[in-house]
């Protein structure tokens, strides 16, 4: 059941929406088939840096029917588009999209709002929501094996900056630097609970955590008690493809529809047990 990005989070509320990148139709399938089975929305994402190495003018419209016909309400969303990628957004809201997330995180305050506020224009021409970034989350988005030292010394989203950002935008949601990063870690990040809980005071839009592979499971559920209501996990899924693919490196059978359906199965398993934990506090 398709969905925009507002409206999936309002239905995930009290919990937060796990939202899955994705590489390829199986691994989406297997995100859809997790959470129909456990009954709760989900967020199926392409990643930027993925969109056109995935040829997703050819897959998009396979992602659309797979989520129209899911049981349960899902979004498909386009992750980390970076400023000089307007012309992405335009052809992913062309095709279907119906989350964009837009990165101006690294630019200045006001550019940030300027170019986060032009998107939020341009996808309500097509329905579809937004998210916006205050306080860059370190590592590089889609890259599995950057491990991170916990970012416990970058800074994280001013409150009072939230507020205006939200205001001057419009966003639907928006992702915050609580001490998460992209990819995986050596040790377990420290989660600022704190950072949550006073900008979600100030805000009227649920907030977002990306780079969710490695926290802790009651860091998470804290998280969401405090105002989360979107979490980004990627790295597992490309770090257990992995490892089924290792695990079958040294077999002398040709059956790869059989090694397709155990990486299947392993993805679904690992985003059953995140979708689970995200709408834990439901």
């Known amino acids: 059941?398709?969905?925009?990005?507002?409206?999936?989070?309002?239905?995930?509320a009290p919990g937060a929406a796990g939202c899955f990148n994705t590489l390829?139709?199986?691994m989406a399938l297997a995100v859809l088939e997790a959470a129909?089975?456990?009954?709760?929305?989900?967020?199926?994402?392409?990643?930027?840096?993925?969109?056109?190495?995935?040829?997703?003018?050819?897959?998009?419209?396979?992602?659309?029917?797979?989520?129209e016909s899911a049981g349960i309400p899902a979004t498909l969303h386009l992750d980390h588009a970076a400023p000089e990628q307007v012309d992405m957004?335009?052809?992913?809201?062309?095709?279907?999209?119906?989350s964009i997330m837009i990165d101006g995180s690294h630019l200045p305050f006001s550019e940030n709002?300027?170019?986060?506020?032009?998107?939020?224009?341009?996808?309500?021409?097509?329905?579809a929501g937004v998210e916006g970034e205050l306080g860059a989350v370190a590592g590089e988005?889609?890259?599995?094996?950057?491990?991170?030292?916990?970012p416990a010394a970058l800074p994280y989203t001013d409150a009072a900056e939230a507020r205006r950002f939200v205001e001057q935008t419009g966003v639907d949601a928006l992702a915050i630097a609580v001490g998460t990063a992209h990819g995986l870690y050596r040790e377990a990040p420290h989660i600022s609970l704190?950072?949550?809980?006073?900008?979600?005071a100030g805000v009227n839009v649920p907030l977002?955590?990306?780079?969710?592979?490695?926290?802790?499971?009651d860091a998470i559920r804290e998280s969401v008690r405090r105002g989360i209501r979107k979490i980004n996990f990627f790295s597992g899924l490309l770090q257990t493809g992995m490892d089924e693919v290792r695990a079958q490196a040294g077999v002398k059978h040709n059956d790869y529809l059989g090694v397709l359906q155990s990486t299947h199965t392993r993805w679904r398993v690992l985003a059953e047990a995140q979708i689970r934990l995200y709408a834990s506090v439901a």
């Open 1 to 12: 059941m398709k969905r925009n990005l507002a409206e999936l989070l309002h239905e995930a």
């Open 24 to 26: 390829n139709l199986d």
């Open 36 to 67: 129909e089975n456990l009954g709760k929305p989900v967020i199926v994402g392409i990643a930027s840096r993925h969109f056109e190495g995935m040829r997703t003018a050819l897959r998009a419209p396979a992602y659309l029917k797979a989520i």
């Open 89 to 98: 957004i335009r052809e992913a809201l062309d095709l279907g999209f119906t």
């Open 113 to 127: 709002v300027d170019l986060t506020a032009t998107v939020v224009e341009l996808a309500k021409r097509y329905g």
């Open 141 to 150: 988005e889609g890259v599995a094996d950057t491990g991170h030292d916990a």
């Open 194 to 200: 704190n950072t949550i809980e006073a900008v979600a």
């Open 208 to 217: 977002v955590m990306h780079g969710a592979t490695g926290v802790g499971d």
